[in-house]
């Protein structure tokens, strides 16, 4: 209804959808069915909360973001299977579901990172700055081991619900299990194949009319290219650290500078293809090259 009314500016749309959220009110947190879905309601609620300026749409987005975290696995198992891979700060697609699946998380992580930036005018909830930025930047560092091949054969189930798994394929599996339950037991998914250009458009930042590429696993907004510097925004709190690194091809040859507030900022790695700072959240970044 919301996509209808910005395509349309037809208010009729924008009723339908305020009738729509009324389901929510009172539910607390049965709001979760799927997780997916729930981050995407969140937004939803956000957009309306901004079109309308109703502060009750923007209560019922939290009241979503609360049962995500609620069915979040706010710890790393280091046991059996679970040893081999980061499983901190996961989320469970249902709220009865016993593993993480590769799908609902990335729809997560696209919702949570989309209700990020899209926050970022209104006075956010302080512990959701601190909450949502850093599911992001975990939630990265587990993504690739959905892929069998990140992972040891013996972890992998021998018996499969739908069709089969072929270790080789880089397609992630439907799901992974901590402790000693093998992985992929549903299966490996195809739908799922796009987890990792999800990441890219959202993490890795192109320079417009330059050879490298920014990485940051926080989100940065308010993106402004001046000749041979480029300044953004970083979201977040500022209470918290997240990780910026400059990827440059071997056959070029460059001068960076790095500052935070006018202040140079030293890389904590450097290479000749690589700089790595860490930087705080809520913070102005300017990167001059020559």
Wanted: with cysteine; net charge negative; glycine share 6%.
């Amino acid at each position: 209804m919301l996509l209808l009314f910005r395509l349309t500016n037809e208010k009729r749309y924008l009723h339908e959808a305020e009738k729509a959220v009324k389901k929510f009110v009172g539910c607390g947190f049965d709001i979760l069915y799927q997780a997916n879905n729930t981050a995407f309601s969140a937004g939803a609620l956000l957009e309306l909360h901004k079109i309308t300026g109703k502060q009750e749409y923007l209560d019922l987005s939290y009241a979503c973001l609360a049962c995500l975290f609620k069915n979040m696995q706010i710890w790393d198992c280091q046991y059996g299977f679970g040893k081999n891979y980061p499983n901190y700060f996961s989320v469970f697609p249902l709220n009865d579901a016993p593993y993480t699946a590769a799908y609902e998380e990335m729809e997560v992580y696209a919702g949570l990172s989309e209700y990020l930036i899209q926050s970022k005018a209104i006075d956010l909830l302080p512990s959701l700055k601190i909450l949502i930025p850093e599911f992001l930047k975990y939630a990265i560092s587990r993504f690739p081991y959905y892929y069998p091949t990140m992972l040891p054969e013996e972890m992998i189930s021998e018996e499969v619900k739908t069709g089969e798994i072929v270790k080789e394929l880089w397609i992630p599996l439907e799901d992974l299990y901590n402790g000693w339950e093998k992985s992929g037991q549903v299966g490996q998914e195809v739908y799922g194949a796009g987890v990792g250009f999800g990441v890219l458009t959202r993490q890795y930042h192109k320079i417009k009319n330059e050879e490298f590429l920014l990485f940051s696993d926080y989100p940065l907004v308010d993106m402004r290219k001046s000749k041979q510097t480029v300044t953004f925004n970083v979201l977040g709190s500022a209470s918290f650290e997240c990780n910026l690194k400059i990827l440059i091809p071997e056959k070029v040859k460059l001068k960076i500078e790095v500052s935070i507030h006018k202040n140079t900022i030293v890389p904590i790695a450097k290479t000749a293809d690589l700089l790595e700072y860490i930087i705080p959240a809520e913070s102005t970044v300017k990167i001059a090259w020559h």
